[in-house]
């Protein structure tokens, strides 16, 4: 069973409303967030999802899932997707198919680049600045894997898992066209200072690594959403790590929303 967490209060313990409706504001859209989804369809059946309403979007931070094997079956659940009546959006993560991903036609959408997957399902790529319900959103997948040489040796490993040098002057170039001032920040991974909190394994430092721990000290933000981790806390004050709870990013004030 998965929760709605409407905030997350003080650092790493969840606070948890009994009664979701009594902030939802009538008329008024919404962003939620989640985590790694791993192409699992009952993600989507869960009660928590149904305070999703038409009109608001969610936003997955990474591991989306259902463009792995191109099968029949994965087509059948991109079109129930689809009849979704809210946004899905999501990064990339390091266990996507880019064969795939990038099969799908480029457009504009919010005043960033995406793959259009479907009506309401996008990939946000990487390096792009968002508009959604007024939030200015800087999006950024991709990570590496730790489990590499399995995956290459299964055939099911690709080097676009890592971003490159040209995407991340891109994410920087978009950066500067709002003064480095977002609302929120999407990625898979964290910035190293964030994981080291939680998880002090070993792991070779990349130029993602780096690039995101730049980020998190030039950029200023609200709240950054990642996924990779597996975890539902918050880790820092501006920190959330998200997996499988739906996550409001912002509580709006007024009536309920029915």
């Given at each position: 069973m998965y929760t709605i967490l409407p905030y997350l209060s003080g650092k790493g313990k969840l606070k948890i409303?009994?009664?979701?409706?009594?902030?939802?504001?009538?008329?008024?859209?919404?962003?939620?967030?989640?985590?790694?989804?791993?192409?699992?369809?009952?993600?989507?059946?869960d009660s928590a999802f149904r305070?999703?309403?038409?009109g608001d979007t969610l936003i997955i931070c990474g591991d989306f899932g259902f463009l792995w094997e191109g099968t029949e079956e994965e087509k059948k659940a991109l079109k129930k997707l689809e009849k979704?009546?809210?946004?899905?959006?999501f990064v990339d993560g390091i266990h996507e198919n880019f064969d795939l991903l990038e099969s799908y036609p480029e457009e504009e959408y919010a005043g960033g680049r995406v793959h259009r997957i479907g009506t309401?399902?996008?990939?946000?790529?990487?390096?792009?600045?968002?508009?959604?319900?007024g939030k200015k959103i800087f999006a950024f997948g991709g990570g590496e894997s730790i489990e590499k040489e399995d995956r290459v040796k299964a055939g099911k490993w690709w080097e676009r898992e890592?971003?490159?040098?040209?995407?991340?002057?891109?994410?920087?170039?978009?950066?500067?066209?709002?003064?480095?001032?977002?609302?929120?920040?999407?990625?898979h991974e964290p910035p190293t200072r964030v994981r080291t909190i939680i998880?002090?394994?070993?792991?070779?430092?990349?130029?993602?690594?780096?690039?995101?721990?730049?980020?998190?000290?030039?950029?200023?933000?609200?709240?950054?959403?990642?996924?990779?981790?597996?975890?539902?806390?918050k880790i820092t004050a501006k920190s959330y790590a998200v997996f499988n709870d739906l996550v409001p990013a912002e509580i709006p004030q007024g009536k309920r929303r029915r």
């Amino acid at each position: 069973m998965y929760t709605i967490l409407p905030y997350l209060s003080g650092k790493g313990k969840l606070k948890i409303y009994d009664n979701y409706n009594s902030f939802l504001t009538g008329g008024i859209e919404m962003i939620f967030i989640t985590g790694d989804m791993h192409g699992l369809m009952e993600r989507f059946q869960d009660s928590a999802f149904r305070h999703i309403k038409k009109g608001d979007t969610l936003i997955i931070c990474g591991d989306f899932g259902f463009l792995w094997e191109g099968t029949e079956e994965e087509k059948k659940a991109l079109k129930k997707l689809e009849k979704k009546k809210y946004e899905i959006l999501f990064v990339d993560g390091i266990h996507e198919n880019f064969d795939l991903l990038e099969s799908y036609p480029e457009e504009e959408y919010a005043g960033g680049r995406v793959h259009r997957i479907g009506t309401n399902l996008r990939h946000l790529m990487r390096g792009e600045l968002f508009t959604i319900e007024g939030k200015k959103i800087f999006a950024f997948g991709g990570g590496e894997s730790i489990e590499k040489e399995d995956r290459v040796k299964a055939g099911k490993w690709w080097e676009r898992e890592m971003p490159t040098l040209e995407e991340m002057q891109h994410g920087v170039d978009r950066l500067d066209e709002v003064d480095r001032r977002v609302d929120y920040i999407v990625t898979h991974e964290p910035p190293t200072r964030v994981r080291t909190i939680i998880d002090n394994t070993l792991r070779n430092f990349n130029m993602l690594d780096a690039y995101l721990d730049e980020l998190s000290t030039k950029v200023a933000y609200e709240k950054w959403f990642f996924g990779s981790l597996h975890l539902d806390r918050k880790i820092t004050a501006k920190s959330y790590a998200v997996f499988n709870d739906l996550v409001p990013a912002e509580i709006p004030q007024g009536k309920r929303r029915r």
